[in-house]
Each structure stands twice: as structure tokens, then as C-alpha cells.
């Protein structure tokens, strides 16, 4: 099958019982047992659900895994894939990886005496370099949050692999629509179901496939150790969310890729950080390991203009945290999603105060560009 058909017939298609087309909310904590040890595969949810095996099983197909893993949120999600390393084991991350993973590693797995490392990983040297005997695996965001630098996952995941090291990749601004990890060599992908492929901003997933049955013995011990799952209401909508991923991404890159554009003729814009457009130092390799560039991206206001009255001007596009919903949203990196690492660090990455994220949604382009061009005019 396709990835247009898989997304609606993949997974569990439908209920067998009663030949409903959609897999039902099992709103169950608990299995009748026939008598001691003997049961139809379910006994406790925390264990296994119906309609969260349902989930798990279709994007375990969509980003051609082992198994598939369903979480209450990105973040735990992540943290269950850092259970997997043990005191005294160091993590490799991307330089700019979303706030929450870095606020997770310093914070609270710092506590565990896991340890982590920033890298720069558009340049591989940089990784090979960084490899000592504590590292046990790299963990890569393609493209990275909020400032698009692209990784080539292939070259990271072969070093990974003569180094004996896991590759981690989260896939959340990608989804496997635009690029399967795995594919490209990676162990384990994940994901913020909660952004593309929940897709309509009206819940919080996390999700994780791994590649082989070892790891899926592992996260399945964690998932069911720790507790963290995703609700059954919340897999149904996650599943009825991902049957439209492929029409709402096109459209998302179609405007996305105006905007970008639009935003580059700008005079009020110093810098236009998107992998779709060809002046992006990833923009190659990113055609290379990916099916597109979709629909986050970021600019820099000159100095000269007030870019905190830039924000307050807009108002089609919503001022907000998150990403990847049918509707367009606008993020200060500094205040919002990247608070979390320290002002320095932050200038030194080069999340400026004058950043401005775009997460575009799947609206009329042309409303779009026009509610920018009004909030541009109102601050010159
Ligand atoms: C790339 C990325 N990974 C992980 C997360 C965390 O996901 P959640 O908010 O679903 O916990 C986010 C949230 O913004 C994200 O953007």
C-alpha cells in the first residue's frame, strides 16, 4: 500500500466485531479473565489497549518499524527513550533541539547522572570528534527547532553503528510522510504526536517506533514500568488525525513555501531560516533525505524595527506555543518554546531575541501573506 492509503487502512483497519470502519474508543481499565491466566490479550490498560495498540500498530506501519509506542506527550515519550541508558552513559544531541529535551536532560536525567552533550551536527566531523566510551547514543532533531539546521542522518546513523551507538531521531516537524529515520538507518524515531500528526491542535501525544524486537522488549518494559501511556480517547483522535496527514502537509509546503519566499523579499527581515528555499546551507541534503521541507520556519526582524510590536500586529496567524495544526501560529523562540537554556547559550546558537517561528497552517495563502504584510506596515 501507499502512505495516502496506508494512513487510513494501516494499523488495525477498522472493528472486526461489528465491522464499524473505525477502530472504538476502548474505554476500559480492566479485561474479563476466562479463568487464572487466560485472557484475549488485554489484561490491564496501562499493559495494552485496543485502541492504543490500534495507534501503535499504525505508526509502527507508517515509519516502517518493529514497534510502535504510544505516550501522553512528546516529553514522555522522550523520557522513555532516556530510561533506556543507564548512570555514567552520555547522550550526543543536536545544538538546538527543542527546550523541553534539553530541560529534561539538564534538569532532571542531570539528577540521574545521565549525561548529554551538545553538538553541532550539520558537520559530521563534529560527532566523531565528540565520541568517547560514556557515549551510547546520538540523538538528532532534522530539521532543528526553532533554527532548521538540517542533519544527514544516514552519515550520523553509519557512525552510530561502527561506534556501537543508538541513533535517536525525532521526527515531530517531518512525520514519516516527509522522512522515515529508520530508512535511513536509524534505531529508534519519535515523535510530538501532539503537533503534525494529531494535526488540529486538540490534544497531546507522544509516540515512539524502534527497529528491532530487543528495543521494542525495552521501551515496552519502560512504557509499562513508568506508566505514561496515551489514553484511548486520545488514540482514537490521534488515528483519525493521521488519516488526513498527507493532504493537510502538501498544503502546509505549499504556503509555507510562499511565505518563505514572501518573507525573503522583505526588507524588514534580516534572515529567512527555511530548508525549502535554495539560499538554506541544508537545502540539498534535505531534498536528499526528505520528501519535502514542511511548514515551520523562522526570521530574523532587523534591529531597526520593533519585532515585539510585529507580534501584537498579527492576527489571523496566533500568537502560541506549538506547531503542526491545521491553523497558522507564530512563536517568540527566546520567551516560549526555548526558554529553558540560558540567555548566553541562546545568543550563541543564535535564538536572538528578534527570532520570530512560524508554524504554517493550511489556510488561504493569501490571507496569510497578507496579514504579514499588514503587520509589517504598521511597524515601519
Ligand atoms: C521537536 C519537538 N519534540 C518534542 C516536543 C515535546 O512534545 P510534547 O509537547 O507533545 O510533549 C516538542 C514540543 O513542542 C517538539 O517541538
Do not use: W
Not at 490500534?54 to 501522553?72: N, P, R, V
Not at 509546503?253 to 524588514?268: D, G, H, M, Y
Not at 540560558?342 to 497578507?370: A, H, K, W
Amino acid at each position: 500500500m501507499k502512505f495516502e492509503s496506508l494512513v487510513i487502512h494501516g494499523g488495525i483497519d477498522g472493528d472486526k466485531e461489528t465491522g464499524a470502519v473505525n477502530v472504538p474508543i476502548y474505554q476500559t481499565s480492566t479485561y474479563k479473565q476466562e479463568e487464572i491466566g487466560v485472557n484475549k490479550g488485554y489484561e490491564y490498560s496501562r499493559t495494552g489497549n485496543p485502541t492504543r495498540a490500534a495507534l501503535e500498530k499504525l505508526i509502527s506501519d507508517l515509519e516502517e518499524g518493529e514497534k510502535g509506542f504510544a505516550f501522553a506527550s512528546g516529553m514522555a515519550a522522550i523520557t522513555a527513550v532516556i530510561m533506556l541508558f543507564k548512570s555514567g552513559d552520555k547522550i550526543l544531541i543536536s545544538n538546538n533541539v527543542y527546550g523541553g529535551t534539553f530541560r529534561v536532560l539538564d534538569k532532571v536525567f542531570n539528577n540521574f547522572n545521565i549525561k548529554y552533550k551538545m553538538v553541532d551536527m550539520t558537520d559530521i566531523k563534529n560527532i566523531e570528534t565528540n565520541i568517547d566510551e560514556e557515549v551510547k547514543a546520538i540523538f538528532i532533531e532534522s530539521p532543528t527547532n526553532p533554527l532548521m539546521d538540517i542533519t544527514d542522518i544516514k552519515a550520523v546513523s553509519d557512525i552510530a553503528k561502527k561506534n556501537g551507538l543508538l541513533t535517536v531521531v525525532d521526527n515531530t516537524f517531518m512525520t514519516p510522510y516527509l522522512q522515515k529515520p529508520l530508512k535511513l538507518g536509524a534505531d529508534i524515531v519519535l515523535h510530538s504526536a501532539t503537533k503534525y500528526l494529531g494535526g488540529h491542535s486538540d490534544l497531546i501525544a507522544g509516540l515512539v517506533v524502534v527497529n528491532s524486537e530487543e528495543l521494542a522488549e525495552k521501551i515496552h518494559f519502560i512504557q509499562n514500568s513508568t506508566g505514561g501511556i496515551l489514553q484511548p480517547f486520545d488514540s482514537f483522535l490521534l488515528i483519525r488525525g493521521i488519516k488526513t496527514l498527507p493532504v493537510r502537509m502538501d498544503r502546509h509546503i505549499e504556503n509555507a513555501t510562499a511565505i518563505a519566499e514572501f518573507l525573503e523579499s522583505r526588507e524588514e527581515v534580516d534572515k529567512v531560516y527555511y530548508p525549502g528555499l535554495k539560499s538554506h546551507p541544508g537545502y540539498e541534503l534535505q531534498k536528499r533525505q526528505a520528501k519535502g521541507a514542511g511548514a515551520v520556519l523562522s526570521f530574523v526582524i532587523d534591529k531597526k524595527y520593533d519585532y515585539k510590536k510585529f507580534m501584537k500586529n498579527i492576527e489571523l496567524i496566533t500568537l502560541g506555543e506549538s506547531l503542526g495544526g491545521v491553523e497558522s501560529l507564530a512563536c517568540h523562540p527566546a520567551t516560549m518554546t526555548h526558554a529553558a537554556l540560558p540567555y548566553e547559550l541562546r545568543q550563541e546558537l543564535g535564538i536572538v531575541d528578534n527570532l520570530i517561528r512560524l508554524s504554517i497552517g493550511i489556510e488561504n495563502v493569501e490571507d496569510l501573506i497578507e496579514d504579514l504584510k499588514k503587520a509589517f506596515e504598521l511597524i515601519r
